[in-house]
């Protein structure tokens, strides 16, 4: 207490803003007492008599100081808000600092709100944070090693997560189960694997190369260690293998070879290997695989809403072959549009307990690279059971939704439902119906629910682009690859008119269902999507007033700042950079219990409810439905649970989006090979101060750097490299 003592004396004489290492300076403290100043000030915090500001600087806070201080208490609707003079005080969505249940912030009263007597809000100023001697104060820890990306490994620890830089990883791969030591380094906090407890597999992929001159078993998916291979030795350098962990001792491995990796047609071993050293399991347990192949459709229970006699098709790419998503459609009397989201009821077989669950869990999603998918669920599950085929009875769970000609949903009802597919369409055949006016014999008797598609999708478009939607380039490239797998040609995906509606139908569903659980106070995974940061769109202004994109006074505070720039350039041959360019200003999507809309659709609910076969999420969302249902009682532990999922799944996701991003820099790069060190024909797209931003016209990218000599448009430049 003498501290505490110590400090409160000091702030209530110090005027002035102060940094910790001026206030060691002037109380005299030792080095060797660090954290007992740094609990000092926590505990001075958290009594709300002492505010660190945005740059570390401390300060007294008297009556009269501006910014209010309390615990984050979390509402029944998963809303956030602090107690301050017998009030609720709400704090706003979409704010710049995460905060959670049991955050002491402080706040600053929103001016709007000041005087009103049933509704005050406020927006955090600051979330104080423990000393990290505090959180871990025997500095070792036990956790799960999780690898975010290619480079990037934590340590999860409940609701704390820890970097681990690589070189500290020790023997430990995505997964395990270690201890480690917490450490301190230019105020950031680290941790440092000290021992494996529990691996989360035996099976890995090792790589015969040099390393430090030597020719050895190397790695992949964490730090080198030592590996001894058993057995036939007869191999040469960059053999890939895949094997088994037998032992370990003293920090080395003894491994036993499963299968080598052959070097021809090797684009398969190169998208295993990506995915695996991304922390994705390459292979489904024994014990999944025979829960999988013992699961069947049995009988249909009565409570389900037969929809079997209705015309439902299902709309995807020609490779397709796992269908969550069918879609249904009516025109009613009174005009308004009668639309049927028939989804996959995948948690009618896969329940929490089964191998099949955890291990889906441990995935987070399916990944799609070009010709191969590592699908969430073994292919028994993905490709038949759960999957929407044409001709067969299928369990599902139904959206069914009224929409009026302003694009409204006027009335729903979500439910247990039975379906069969009438047909297997692909966005081709229907664009060539849609938008060329071709009639393809086997879609004759759709005909007319395809126009009635378009034409409520249309409608759906209108209302999202007038409410906000932020509208991005959706085009994307693809390779077509040969027999052997390698790139031939780079085609464009065009965001046509089938894919259009089938992405408004999602979406529609999707809202309806976050709209439906969250005033029901249910607690699920929503999809968040929060504001961009200030200073990001200041950064992003500059850039375009600096390249002759914009001109004159902007309002930078404008919400509709970013749609109304991107409604600008939506007709420029510069969209898909200038959209690029706007895009990195944005936050990421994230998933979490506290539904706090999602910016980029413009809407206060969200979540992901339609794809249970390829996403976590959504079998979460469906597990939510169904306790609504059955009559569940939700406690407070499922929130705290369902906030350890939100970020573990969050990460999945973009560990995936990794995943295929390597995959695809692999395949360019394939298919550039023959083009180095020749000259081609570019297009500038992009130009700044340094350099110019290029793509040919088979959609190859790449950046120049100049000495502000070129022509605005066409130049005849040297490939040099890819972006």
Same mark, same amino acid.
């Given at each position: 207490m003498e501290i505490l003592n110590i400090l409160d004396d000091f702030f209530k004489t110090y005027k002035r803003a102060i940094d910790f290492y001026q206030l060691m300076s002037l109380l005299e403290i030792k080095a060797e007492e660090k954290e007992i100043l740094e609990r000092g000030l926590y505990q001075l915090q958290i009594q709300g008599k002492v505010y660190q500001d945005e740059y570390g600087n401390y300060m007294h806070v008297s009556e009269e100081f501006y910014l209010k201080s309390g615990y984050v208490l979390l509402s029944n609707k998963c809303n956030f808000y602090i107690r301050l003079d017998g009030k609720n005080i709400h704090l706003k969505k979409g704010q710049q600092l995460k905060i959670q249940k049991g955050d002491f912030v402080f706040v600053e009263l929103v001016s709007s709100a000041k005087n009103h007597v049933k509704f005050?809000?406020?927006?955090?100023?600051?979330?104080?944070?423990?000393?990290?001697?505090?959180?871990?104060?025997?500095?070792?820890?036990?956790?799960?090693?999780?690898?975010?990306?290619?480079?990037?490994?934590?340590?999860?620890?409940?609701?704390?997560?820890?970097?681990?830089?690589? &070189?500290?990883?020790?023997?430990?791969?995505?997964?395990?189960?270690?201890?480690?030591? +917490?450490?301190?380094?230019?105020?950031?906090?680290?941790?440092?694997?000290?021992?494996?407890?529990?691996?989360?597999?035996?099976?890995?992929?090792?790589?015969?190369?040099?390393?430090?001159?030597n020719l050895c078993w190397v790695t992949i998916g964490t730090n080198y260690y030592s590996v001894v291979l058993l057995g036939k030795q007869d191999y040469q350098e960059y053999d890939k293998i895949l094997a088994r962990v037998k032992s370990e001792q003293n920090g080395i491995a003894f491994i036993e070879c499963l299968k080598k990796l052959e070097r021809e047609n090797d684009n398969f071993n190169i998208a295993k290997e990506i995915v695996k050293c991304n922390g994705f399991p390459l292979e489904f347990s024994e014990q999944a695989i025979k829960e999988a192949e013992s699961l069947e459709i049995g009988s249909v229970d009565e409570k389900r809403i037969n929809y079997v006699n209705l015309k439902t098709v299902t709309i995807d790419g020609a490779n397709a072959k796992d269908f969550d998503d069918a879609v249904s459609i009516e025109k009613l009397a009174n005009g308004n549009y009668l639309l049927y989201v028939h989804i996959a009821d995948v948690t009618n077989y896969v329940k929490p307990g089964m191998a099949l669950y955890q291990e889906a869990y441990n995935r987070g999603t399916s990944r799609y690279l070009e010709n191969f998918v590592f699908p969430m669920f073994p292919e028994r599950l993905s490709n038949d059971l759960c999957s929407l085929n044409p001709n067969e009875l299928k369990l599902t769970v139904t959206c069914k939704m009224e929409i009026d000609s302003s694009g409204n949903v006027v009335d729903f009802l979500i439910s247990d439902s039975v379906i069969k597919s009438a047909k297997r369409m692909t966005y081709n055949k229907v664009d060539d119906i849609l938008e060329k006016g071709i009639i393809i014999d086997d879609y004759?008797? %759709?005909?007319?629910?395809?126009?009635?598609?378009?034409?409520?999708?249309?409608?759906?478009?209108?209302?999202?682009?007038?409410?906000?939607?932020?509208?991005?380039?959706?085009?994307?490239?693809?390779?077509?690859?040969?027999?052997?797998?390698?790139?031939?040609?780079?085609?464009?995906?065009?965001? *046509?008119?089938?894919?259009?509606?089938?992405?408004? %139908?999602?979406?529609?569903?999707?809202?309806?269902?976050?709209?439906?659980?969250?005033?029901?106070?249910?607690?699920?995974?929503?999809?968040?999507?929060?504001?961009?940061?200030?200073?990001?769109?200041?950064?992003?202004?500059?850039?375009?007033?600096?390249?002759?994109?914009?001109?004159?006074?902007?309002?930078?505070?404008?919400?509709?700042?970013?749609?109304?720039?991107?409604?600008?350039?939506?007709? &420029?041959?510069?969209?898909?950079?200038?959209? *690029?360019?706007?895009?990195?200003?944005?936050?990421?999507?994230?998933?979490?219990?506290?539904?706090?809309?999602?910016?980029?659709?413009?809407?206060?609910?969200?979540?992901?409810?339609?794809?249970?076969?390829?996403?976590?999420?959504?079998?979460?969302?469906?597990?939510?439905?169904?306790?609504?249902?059955?009559?569940? +009682?939700?406690?407070?532990?499922?929130?705290?649970?369902? &906030?350890?999922?939100?970020?573990?799944?969050?990460?999945?996701?973009?560990?995936?989006?990794?995943?295929? &991003?390597?995959?695809?820099?692999?395949?360019?790069?394939?298919?550039?090979?023959?083009?180095?060190?020749?000259?081609?024909?570019?297009?500038?797209?992009?130009?700044?101060?340094?350099?110019?931003?290029?793509?040919?016209?088979?959609?190859?990218?790449?950046?120049?750097?100049h000495n502000g000599n070129y022509d605005k448009y066409h130049k005849q430049v040297l490939f040099n490299g890819i972006k």
């Open positions: 005050q809000e406020a927006e955090v100023r600051s979330v104080v944070k423990k000393p990290i001697s505090m959180d871990f104060p025997s500095y070792l820890v036990k956790g799960v090693v999780h690898q975010k990306d290619y480079q990037t490994f934590v340590l999860i620890l409940d609701d704390k997560v820890i970097e681990i830089e690589k &070189k500290n990883l020790g023997t430990a791969y995505h997964g395990d189960v270690v201890t480690a030591e +917490i450490y301190k380094d230019s105020n950031k906090i680290f941790a440092r694997v000290k021992q494996v407890l529990e691996r989360a597999s035996d099976v890995y992929i090792y790589e015969y190369r040099k390393y430090q001159g004759k008797n %759709f005909i007319d629910d395809l126009f009635l598609m378009r034409d409520l999708s249309f409608i759906l478009k209108r209302k999202k682009l007038t409410r906000g939607y932020t509208y991005f380039d959706n085009d994307d490239i693809r390779f077509e690859l040969d027999s052997t797998g390698c790139p031939q040609r780079i085609v464009k995906n065009n965001f *046509s008119t089938s894919r259009e509606i089938i992405e408004n %139908f999602m979406l529609v569903a999707n809202e309806t269902v976050a709209t439906y659980l969250y005033h029901l106070d249910v607690p699920t995974l929503y999809r968040n999507h929060d504001a961009p940061k200030y200073y990001c769109i200041e950064k992003v202004i500059a850039t375009l007033k600096k390249n002759g994109y914009l001109n004159g006074k902007i309002n930078d505070k404008d919400p509709f700042l970013v749609a109304k720039l991107l409604k600008r350039y939506r007709n &420029k041959k510069e969209f898909a950079s200038l959209s *690029s360019i706007i895009l990195n200003s944005m936050s990421k999507a994230y998933y979490a219990p506290e539904c706090r809309g999602h910016f980029g659709l413009a809407l206060f609910h969200y979540l992901h409810f339609t794809s249970p076969i390829r996403r976590f999420p959504d079998v979460k969302v469906h597990e939510a439905l169904k306790g609504v249902w059955s009559g569940k +009682i939700f406690s407070d532990d499922s929130v705290e649970t369902l &906030k350890r999922d939100g970020n573990y799944l969050s990460e999945r996701e973009v560990a995936a989006k990794e995943v295929e &991003k390597e995959y695809h820099r692999y395949l360019l790069n394939l298919y550039v090979s023959d083009y180095i060190g020749k000259e081609i024909e570019a297009e500038i797209i992009f130009m700044d101060s340094d350099n110019l931003y290029l793509r040919t016209l088979g959609y190859v990218e790449g950046t120049l750097t």
